[in-house]
């Protein structure tokens, strides 16, 4: 008898590792995890949504399901991860704006209690703001990982993103997810 594969939402938004996400999905995946992914507005602008459904096996939403649609939704992962995390996403989830679908399904999962990782990708002006600092310790307060400060991930300076998307720490963020368990000759979505 297999255990099946538990389910991990990752929520895309629009930052510089944006297009680089089907790393996060190939690591993932050697895990044991099932990927469902949601695109903010901007992030639906930069990633390669035909790219991300082969990959995951299924479309990327970016929007509500309409009346009588089917498919897999979000509300039932097991785990959600939010990276690239824009300072944009952080500030308006600790806030309790909920004015996208990916800010919708990120809060219900917290709501939920459902296992949630953010890992950011914001420059050392945004994240020395006090909007921004308030935000990550309202998240950490509801129980939310947020990879933020010295040994987790630290902003670079403005104008240097590009710099740093070879070492954007995807593994760190899946590594702080619950343990997916799978039975090994699991196969991955075609």
Known sequence: ???????????????????????LIDLAHRD????T?????TAGTMIDNRRLAEATGQPVRAEYHT??????????ADALLIAPATYNTINKLAAGIADTYALT???EAIGRGTPTTILPFVNTALAARKP???A???????GVTVLYGPGLWEPHLPGTGD?????YPWHRALATLIPARHDTSSERPT
């Open 32 to 35: 044991g995890w099932r990927v």
């Open 163 to 167: 710099q740093h998307l070879a070492t």
């Open 67 to 76: 009346p009588g649609a089917t498919g897999p939704r979000p509300s039932s």
């Open 105 to 107: 399904t990120a809060a």
């Open 1 to 23: 008898m297999t255990t099946p594969r538990r389910t991990l939402c990752l929520i895309i938004c629009g930052a510089g590792p944006a297009p680089h996400a089907t790393t």
């Open 132 to 134: 921004f600092q308030h």
């Open 136 to 142: 990550v310790h309202a998240l950490r307060a509801e």
């Open 37 to 41: 992914v949601v695109a903010t507005p």
